[in-house]
């Protein structure tokens, strides 16, 4: 969302720039403050670019984190013999780990393209993540 509205301040400024330079100067001048205009532009995106992909990788590291705490307690709890002998036990430990695997699947076939969707995505995605997190404590402390 920064990242988009960064492009959006950075284009109107170089509009503005080029409407104000180009009504006073000669046709030289103003093709190469166009230039150094579309440069500035161009490494701000790229700024950008790079602070988002590492926004992304800080939170597939986030989540991958999650998925691998829940997935240690859902081992445990299949590890207790005594309790998996009982039909609804073992569906819940099922259900929970059905869930975690269908977050990890998610997470890792999350495309990275566009700015506005992966927050839309990393929203969701985190959300449901801590639903999940949060019924595998409860689960725990049932026992």
Do not use: P
Request: aromatic share 8%; hydrophobic share 35%.
């Amino acid at each position: 969302m920064k990242y988009i509205q960064s492009m959006i301040v950075l284009a109107a400024i170089v509009f503005c720039l080029g409407t104000a330079v180009s009504s006073c100067m000669d046709s030289d001048r103003k093709v190469d403050d166009v230039n150094e205009n579309v440069k500035a532009a161009k490494e701000k995106f790229e700024e950008n670019k790079q602070e988002l992909t590492q926004q992304i990788e800080d939170f597939k590291l986030k989540l991958n984190n999650k998925y691998e705490y829940n997935k240690t307690e859902l081992i445990k709890f299949k590890n207790d013999k005594k309790r998996m002998a009982e039909a609804s036990y073992r569906a819940r430990v099922a259900e929970l780990e059905f869930q975690n695997e269908r977050m990890k699947a998610k997470l890792d076939s999350a495309q990275t393209n566009a700015a506005i969707e992966w927050e839309s995505f990393k929203k969701d995605l985190d959300h449901e993540m801590d639903d999940l997190e949060k019924s595998v404590r409860e689960f725990e402390q049932k026992l």
